[in-house]
């Protein structure tokens, strides 16, 4: 079965750098959702789209930015990287219409900020 | 406030042995979800289960089951028979439907090393 697709897997940047990454949700599922999880820590909830539209905002910072395109993938932007951006950051999909309402998530994107 | 509480902040048990994975939660609501994902070494979070709050029912899957009580406000995990690949951090998690919040509400996690 199609799993969640996360994109680039690693990802080293420099201080005040810009990065994207990019998400492809499982096949017929309406809400991508982002989370960061640093290191030792839980994943927290950053931002979440449905059908296209952003759908719940959670603790992301003003430097970062995101959006789900008519292909319902979505993109992670973020700017002025600093070093406390370092983190693991998971894309997770989901069929909100289904009777399950599963989160599955992709395998990560790992970005290191020196 | 919404909260999902796992005390254990790591677990050690030698291969074969049965562990308990503690988790208890915070809610007002009357609907909602609960998870738990399995986080290996290799970082991916791997869906295990979903429970919704209007079925208390235990459930068993091969060597894993799970017990779900309102009255206590815990969802706690058992895996019989531990093995090296069960190692990994595990991660209780809390969903509401009905809310306009789509998000999970994570506990810290347990890390569980199983030695061989």
């Known amino acids: 079965a199609a799993g969640v697709i996360q994109s680039p897997r690693h990802l080293i940047k420099e201080k005040r750098e810009t990065a994207t990454l990019k998400c492809y949700p499982i096949?017929?599922?309406?809400?991508v959702y982002w989370y960061q999880q640093g290191p030792g820590q839980d994943p927290q909830f950053l931002i979440s789209?449905?059908?296209?539209?952003?759908?719940d905002k959670g603790s992301i910072p003003d430097r970062f930015s995101a959006q789900q395109f008519s292909d319902y993938h979505s993109e992670l932007n973020m700017s002025s990287l600093e070093l406390g951006d370092s983190a693991l950051y998971f894309c997770?999909?989901?069929?909100?219409?289904?009777?399950?309402?599963?989160?599955?998530f992709g395998a990560g994107t790992r970005l290191s900020v020196l | 406030a919404q909260k999902v509480t796992q005390a254990q902040t790591e677990i050690s048990v030698v291969e074969k042995e049965d562990v308990t994975l503690d988790c208890v939660y915070e809610?007002?609501?009357?609907?909602?979800?609960l998870f738990w994902y399995k986080q290996p070494p290799s970082g991916e979070l791997v869906f295990l289960i979903r429970?919704?709050?209007?079925?208390?029912q235990n459930e068993i899957s091969g060597r894993y089951s799970w017990n779900f009580q309102k009255s206590t406000s815990s969802f706690n995990f058992t895996i019989t028979a531990s093995q090296v690949v069960d190692s990994a951090v595990y991660f209780c998690?809390?969903?509401?439907?009905?809310?306009?919040?789509?998000?999970?509400?994570f506990g810290s996690g347990t890390r569980l090393q199983v030695q061989p």
């Open positions: 998690a809390l969903f509401f439907p009905d809310t306009g919040r789509r998000a999970l509400t």
């Open positions: 789209f449905y059908e296209k539209m952003q759908s």
């Open positions: 096949p017929r599922h309406d809400t």
């Open positions: 429970r919704n709050s209007f079925d208390e």
């Open positions: 809610t007002r609501d009357t609907t909602y979800y």
């Open positions: 997770a999909s989901s069929r909100i219409t289904s009777a399950q309402n599963i989160q599955y």
